[in-house]
C-alpha cells in the first residue's frame, strides 16, 4: 500500500513569492490533515478535511494561506506571499474513518524562506 | 486546553540496553486515543505504538511498550534492547474521539534520543 505522498520534498524561495505544496493521501482515506512543523517543536494543525469539506481551519492564517481538496481525494496548501517566519516543515497526514484515529504522514515539504 | 508534556528533551542509551521516555497529558475529555511517532532525521514521522484510552491493558508492538496510567494521565514509552536505528525525535501525541470523526493530533515538543554503539 502506497503512502501518504508529498511533492516538492524541499523549497527556497524568497520571501514575498507564492509557493504550493502538493499531498496525495492514502487511498480511500477521507480526512486529511496539513501540520507545520517549526524547528525543535511537535507538528501544529493548520486545517483539518473531511472528504472536499473543510472542517476545521482555525489555526490557518488565512490572509496568506490557502488550501483545497476540490475532489476529496489530493490536497493543495499555498502561501502567497510567504514571510521569513513560514520557514518550517509542512506535513501531510490522511486517516480513515474506522475507529483506529490513527494518522498517517508523509515525508514533508521543507519551505526555507530568504 | 488539551497539552502534552515531554519533560525530557534529550536522552541517550547505549545500544542493547532499555530506555524509558515520559509523557503527560492533560485533557477533560474520556475517549482519547494515544500515540507514540518516531521522526528520524529524514523527518517523516513514523508511527511507533497506539494505546485506546478506554484499554487498561498497556501495548506492546515488539521492542516498544507502553505504561499507561490513566488516572495520572502518564503514558511513557519504554523500549528495550535499543538499536542504532531507534536514533530519532520520539513526539508523544493524543487525539480526541470526536462525533462523525477524527480531530487533530495534539503533540509534545518531543523527545531527541541518541542510541550510542
Known amino acids: 500500500e502506497a503512502g501518504v505522498v508529498q511533492s516538492p520534498r524541499y523549497k527556497i524561495i524568497e520571501k514575498k513569492q507564492p509557493v504550493a505544496f502538493w499531498c496525495n493521501p492514502i487511498s480511500g482515506h477521507n480526512t486529511l490533515y496539513w501540520y507545520r512543523q517549526n524547528l525543535g517543536q511537535g507538528p501544529e494543525l493548520l486545517i483539518r478535511?473531511?472528504?472536499?469539506?473543510?472542517?476545521?481551519d482555525s489555526q490557518l492564517p488565512k490572509d496568506r494561506f490557502s488550501a483545497e481538496r476540490l475532489k476529496g481525494v489530493d490536497s493543495t496548501l499555498k502561501i502567497q506571499p510567504a514571510e521569513l517566519g513560514d520557514s518550517a516543515v509542512y506535513l501531510c497526514?490522511?486517516?480513515?474513518?474506522?475507529?483506529?484515529?490513527?494518522?498517517?504522514f508523509g515525508p514533508g515539504t521543507r519551505l526555507l524562506v530568504l | 486546553a488539551q497539552t502534552v508534556t515531554q519533560s525530557q528533551p534529550e536522552m541517550s542509551v547505549q545500544e542493547a540496553e532499555t530506555v524509558t521516555l515520559s509523557c503527560t497529558y492533560d485533557t477533560s475529555e474520556s475517549n482519547y486515543y494515544l500515540f507514540w511517532y518516531k521522526q528520524p532525521p529524514s523527518r517523516q514521522m513514523i508511527l511507533v505504538i497506539r494505546q485506546e484510552a478506554y484499554k487498561q491493558q498497556n501495548a506492546t508492538e515488539n521492542r516498544f511498550s507502553v505504561n499507561f496510567q490513566k488516572a495520572a494521565k502518564s503514558f511513557s514509552l519504554k523500549i528495550s534492547d535499543s538499536q542504532l536505528g531507534d536514533t530519532a525525535m520520539y513526539f508523544c501525541a493524543f487525539i480526541v474521539r470526536a462525533q462523525g470523526g477524527s480531530e487533530k493530533l495534539v503533540f509534545g515538543k518531543g523527545t531527541k534520543l541518541t542510541v550510542n554503539p
Open positions: 478535511y473531511e472528504n472536499e469539506e473543510a472542517v476545521d
Open positions: 497526514a490522511s486517516s480513515s474513518w474506522t475507529g483506529q484515529e490513527t494518522q498517517y
